[in-house]
């Protein structure tokens, strides 16, 4: 009894608040209508005051008969709704209650008997219901449909309470009897709505769906179980499109899959059951998307969520199917649905597109599993019906394209990533080859020079499944070749449309290619780091260098050269072009440290510094000639950049010749250190007049008549001390540098290279004076301060004459010019 109780408020409070829906709606629609016409008699009354003509002067015309005035209509309010509304429905339900509190009494007080008791229970059922016919032809109350309402909803849901105790309290009729029984009174209540409208659909709705659990829900079987809910559900659905009831329509798309839910989780391991739970979710989801439009509802999301349920369900129906041919041919079947509906109408192609989602998650699932026969065919069958649909009605919108392309690719991928054993490599090729064409097709058919998504779609999805056909049929080492094709194969169609999206796409296969090579390039920059570090012997650190340009040299030679068009890769064109450029240079740099071949520490101490000086020479070289030439400027910083930050780190620092014993060559001034360093200063002397280059060039001269000196009194091997000769060495060329640079300041009117000069010799001076001298004795200091004092006086008197000389007038030209 407690149950029914409950059950018989939820109804009574479902029928409440339908009934409170309704007349708020009700009162807008009325206030609206009553705008309305005083707006009209104003324009009426407005239009007869004009007339003013008598109406004898119109004596063909006849006076027009007084309209007749619709009865007031008491507005609605809170007042009205409290006081008119719900007292009747509260009414209602307290007839319910008398009916069952009258046989509850007599069940306590032993007054009737349980045959007696349910006769009586019925027969008050059946008066609640002919009075409500009754109240719809008596004067007095036919004015007014909620008393007949509130007596048919009533009389209703007495006689489920009369069903649920003749069969489950009292055991008086058969589960069969009690079902029969059921389905008369669920039909009788659909008739009533009809005839009352929505309270009576409502107790008709729940009690219709609760009913079946009166006698116990597999009491007959599930089969006619399941027949009765489709029957019953078809009615609902046909009386809410008839009195257009979307309301309705969905609640009972809702309190079916609430059904399914129920069953799948009462009838786990009872295969035939099941089955017939999936036909019958198949059938709901089909019928309630299609019921849903026709009743008049406009939100488009829930016009498609008894589709999306459905595919939801099957998904999870189909483990306890085992995946089996019913499973798929149940989701194939609602997914021709979805299809068949968006075909007809653009709103259910979300559905569809959820149907694609659906499928290849129910498709990965199924070929994880250890039985999978019917899977294959299915995902044919599956990649024919959204692909052939896709592809015929692209041109439609976006959404038929992205089925196209999903229909196409996606089946043919989840079955090769979860079942590569299916089928051969060279099959698989072939498959995915297939699916190329389709989708490079599609692609040709949506040209143009403006970026279109589709385009953009199908050209990505053409590369990806070029990738993976062709990566059939060469060896997995080779796996850039494929790439190296796709990259070149994007570019090119690229050119071919002019689509600006499309420029991008050559970026993809390259990451990817990189992404292939994970492992080499990680023990490359890890090479790296320990050569910063101070390693001697990077080469024994190096990937194997077939490996690494068997992954990596066609793709960076591929991107490289699709780069000379400055339209390729669009807005990734300066990152991927950098990445490109560093890992090019990776692959020279791997190539030149095989020609010494340095992998031991004698041949360290033999080639090192001679290998480091060439790298850095030809850092140098390249990025002088490409900023002399102006061509790439980007480029050309970047090789100048590196070649000074190695000569700065490894021959200055870490890896200094005159502390890390090196050799540099026997030869004076003819030396790998002398020429090394000369050189750098050549390249920074020779480029465009900029302080940073100009100041970077004066510290690797001096730098290179240091490394002069040095090897001239240590020979090959720059290692030990600094002698008395040495250091006076020292100061006598970096003498000669400062006064080179004076003489050139001033020929020439270069004042940074002036001021360079005297700042030189202002440093040799105090070098001599602090450093020098301190190390001489007798006549040798004695010549050196005689030496350094008759150069200074020199200095200073050319110095000052130059100084003094008066600058040359802008009107005419310079004395070496004329």
Request: net charge positive.
């Amino acid at each position: 009894m407690n149950a029914f109780t409950l059950l018989l408020a939820l109804g009574v409070g479902a029928a409440f608040f339908v009934v409170l829906r309704r007349l708020t709606v009700v009162e807008q629609e009325l206030r609206r209508v009553e705008s309305l016409l005083a707006r009209i008699e104003e324009r009426t009354s407005h239009f007869v005051a004009i007339d003013t003509t008598p109406i004898a002067e119109h004596p063909a015309e006849a006076a027009p008969p007084p309209a007749r005035t619709a009865p007031s209509r008491p507005p609605i309010n809170l007042e009205s709704l409290i006081g008119g509304s719900l007292p009747i429905w509260i009414g209602g339900a307290a007839l319910v209650l008398a009916g069952f509190f009258l046989v509850r009494y007599s069940i306590e007080s032993g007054l009737l008997g349980p045959a007696t008791r349910t006769v009586l229970a019925a027969l008050f059922g059946l008066v609640l219901i002919a009075a409500s016919e009754a109240a719809r032809r008596l004067p007095a109350t036919a004015e007014d449909p909620r008393v007949a309402q509130v007596l048919a909803g009533a009389g209703i849901a007495s006689l489920y309470g009369t069903l649920y105790m003749a069969a489950a309290l009292y055991h008086l009729i058969t589960p069969l009897t009690a079902f029969v029984a059921v389905v008369l009174v669920t039909a009788a209540a659909m008739g009533l709505a009809l005839r009352h409208g929505p309270p009576t659909a409502v107790m008709a709705l729940i009690g219709g769906f609760v009913a079946p659990l009166v006698a116990g829900f597999d009491a007959a079987g599930v089969g006619p179980l399941l027949v009765y809910l489709a029957l019953f559900t078809g009615a609902l659905f046909g009386l809410a499109i008839h009195r257009g009831w979307g309301w309705l329509a969905l609640a009972a798309s809702i309190a079916g899959f609430a059904w399914i839910n129920f069953l799948i989780a009462a009838l786990h391991g009872r295969g035939d059951d099941l089955s017939a739970v999936g036909g019958f979710t198949m059938l709901l989801a089909a019928c309630g998307s299609a019921a849903l439009p026709a009743t008049g509802m406009r939100n488009p999301w829930l016009r498609l969520a008894p589709l999306v349920a459905g595919f939801v369900q099957l998904l999870a129906l189909a483990p306890s199917l085992e995946f089996g041919p019913l499973a798929w041919s149940f989701y194939l079947v609602l997914a021709a649905a979805a299809l068949f509906l968006s075909w007809r109408e653009a709103l259910y192609l979300p559905a569809a597109l959820a149907a694609l989602g659906f499928l290849l998650v129910l498709e990965a699932l199924a070929l994880l599993q250890p039985e999978r026969s019917a899977t294959p065919v299915a995902a044919a069958i599956a990649t024919l019906l959204f692909a052939a649909a896709g592809h015929l009605l692209a041109s439609r919108s976006r959404g038929w394209a992205a089925l196209a392309l999903g229909g196409t690719a996606g089946p043919v991928l989840v079955a090769h990533a979860c079942a590569p054993s299916l089928l051969a490599p060279w099959a698989w090729g072939g498959l995915e080859l297939l699916a190329t064409a389709a989708c490079a097709h599609l692609a040709w058919r949506h040209k143009s020079d403006a970026d279109d998504p589709v385009l953009t779609a199908a050209s990505l999805t053409t590369g990806l499944l070029a990738t993976l056909g062709l990566a059939q049929f060469v060896p997995d080492a080779w796996l850039s070749l494929p790439l190296t094709l796709v990259l070149l194969g994007l570019a090119g169609w690229a050119r071919v449309a002019r689509a600006p999206a499309l420029f991008t796409l050559p970026a993809l296969p390259y990451l990817a290619a990189l992404l292939a090579a994970a492992l080499p390039l990680i023990d490359l920059v890890q090479m790296i780091s320990t050569s910063l570090g101070g390693d001697r012997l990077p080469l024994l650190r190096l990937p194997a260098l077939a490996e690494l340009f068997r992954a990596l040299a066609l793709p960076t030679l591929a991107l490289l050269g699709v780069l000379i068009d400055p339209r390729q890769l669009g807005r990734a064109r300066r990152a991927v072009g950098s990445v490109a450029t560093g890992v090019a240079i990776l692959l020279l740099y791997a190539l030149a440290k095989q020609i010494l071949a340095i992998g031991t520490l004698p041949r360290f101490v033999a080639f090192g510094f001679v290998e480091r000086a060439l790298l850095t020479q030809a850092s140098l070289a390249a990025g002088w000639y490409l900023l002399r030439s102006r061509r790439l400027p980007a480029l050309a910083a970047f090789l100048l950049g590196l070649g000074l930050v190695r000569l700065a780190w490894f021959d200055l620092l870490i890896l200094n010749p005159a502390i890390e014993a090196q050799a540099v060559g026997p030869i004076p001034l003819l030396n790998a250190a002398t020429l090394h360093m000369a050189l750098a200063a050549f390249w920074l002397w020779t480029l465009p007049r900029s302080q940073a280059w100009r100041a970077g060039a004066a510290l690797l001269t001096i730098a290179a008549v240091l490394a002069l000196v040095r090897q001239a009194t240590h020979g090959s091997i720059l290692t030990g001390p600094v002698r008395t000769l040495e250091n006076g060495g020292y100061s006598a060329v970096l003498l000669g540098v400062a006064l080179f640079w004076l003489w050139r300041g001033i020929t020439a009117g270069i004042y940074d290279l002036r001021i360079a000069g005297l700042a030189l010799l202002t440093l040799v001076t105090f070098k001599v004076f602090l450093v020098d001298a301190a190390a001489l004795d007798g006549l040798m200091r004695i010549l050196s301060f005689l030496a350094l004092g008759v150069t200074l006086i020199g200095i200073s008197w050319a110095y000052s004459r130059f100084l003094a000389r008066p600058a040359p007038s802008p009107e005419a030209p310079p004395a070496a010019e004329a």
